[in-house]
């Protein structure tokens, strides 16, 4: 018995020490930042006055790929934006927002995996977000291009291609994580659905990211979920939705 109280106080110190954290965090980090990854046309289900969704063909790059929603601190946001812009913003009219200076190649390939910016909305991911992040805004969105396109190059996006029109489970996804980003990725995984008619489908994915994202030394998703702590799945199933109303 005395053995263990000992073990008890160890690991109550341990905790202490670490703020608060709960176990399951200590075994295997933090999750200091979310990579938010749209499917693009379940999104469109509900947003079909988007520019972005009007716009929408069965060919497009977004009907066949994760889209960019953004690449989110934890604990902060809005850092140093002022009080008109931060109401501006929360209106909603992002294009009235001011614009992000971006280098010709990263509008390029921001335009691509965010089809939103048709609706400004990397606009309002900078103010909100990026802004806290100490990098500049090509550095950025930069990082969350790469990082949304390791996704895309994963067996994660091959098993939502293979299966549109069709129901995903949370096991048959956390399996693809795992296999594409080691054992225990799918653990660092949110999913959300959406009501779309009679169906429920799967309108993102959020991933939960180690302090190590937004460093220049460019770590791979990998190892960036393995460092993140683990989360519960959200909902459990939905339809991977095909482009088109």
Same mark, same amino acid.
């Given at each position: *018995?005395?053995?263990f ?9 341990m905790i202490t #020490? #670490?703020?608060?954290a709960? /176990?399951q965090?200590l075994?295997?980090?933090? =999750?200091?930042?979310?990579?938010a990854?749209s499917?693009?046309? /379940?999104?469109?289900?509900?947003n079909q006055r988007k /520019?972005?969704?009007?716009?929408q063909t ?5 009907? =066949?790929h ?7 601190? *934890? ?12 109401t501006a913003?929360?209106?909603g009219?992002?294009n ?10 990263g509008?390029a390939?921001l335009d691509? &995996?965010?089809p939103g910016t ?6 309002h ?7 806290? =992040?100490?990098m500049s805004?090509d550095?950025?969105?930069g990082?969350?291009?790469?990082? &949304?396109?390791?996704?895309n190059?994963s067996?994660v996006?091959d098993?939502?291609?293979s299966?549109?029109g069709?129901?995903?489970t949370?096991?048959e $996804?956390k399996?693809a ?11 660092r995984v949110? *999913? ?6 009679r169906?429920? &489908?799967?309108?993102?994915l959020? $991933?939960?990211?180690?302090?190590k ?5 460019? /770590?791979?998703?990998?190892?960036? $979920? ?10 459990d199933?939905?339809?991977?939705d095909?482009a088109?109303?």
């Amino acid at each position: *018995m005395s053995n263990f109280r000992a073990c008890a106080s160890v690991f109550l110190a341990m905790i202490t #020490a #670490a703020g608060g954290a709960t /176990a399951q965090e200590l075994g295997r980090g933090h =999750t200091r930042y979310i990579l938010a990854a749209s499917w693009q046309p /379940a999104f469109c289900e509900t947003n079909q006055r988007k /520019a972005e969704c009007g716009s929408q063909t069965g060919d497009r790059f977004d009907a =066949t790929h994760f889209s960019l929603h953004g690449l989110w601190p *934890m604990r902060d946001n809005y850092c140093g934006v002022s009080g008109n812009l931060r109401t501006a913003d929360k209106e909603g009219d992002w294009n009235e927002l001011p614009e992000v200076t971006l280098s010709a190649q990263g509008k390029a390939d921001l335009d691509k &995996v965010m089809p939103g910016t048709q609706s400004g909305l990397e606009r309002h991911e900078w103010l909100k977000h990026g802004t806290c =992040t100490k990098m500049s805004a090509d550095a950025y969105f930069g990082t969350a291009v790469r990082l &949304v396109g390791e996704l895309n190059a994963s067996a994660v996006r091959d098993l939502f291609v293979s299966r549109i029109g069709k129901t995903l489970t949370a096991p048959e $996804i956390k399996a693809a994580f795992d296999k594409s980003f080691g054992p225990g990725a799918g653990d660092r995984v949110k *999913m959300s659905c959406r009501r779309a008619g009679r169906d429920r &489908v799967i309108s993102e994915l959020t $991933i939960g990211l180690s302090e190590k994202a937004t460093t220049s030394d460019g /770590a791979p998703l990998g190892d960036l $979920i393995q460092g993140a702590g683990k989360t519960s799945f959200g909902c459990d199933e939905g339809v991977v939705d095909a482009a088109g109303f």
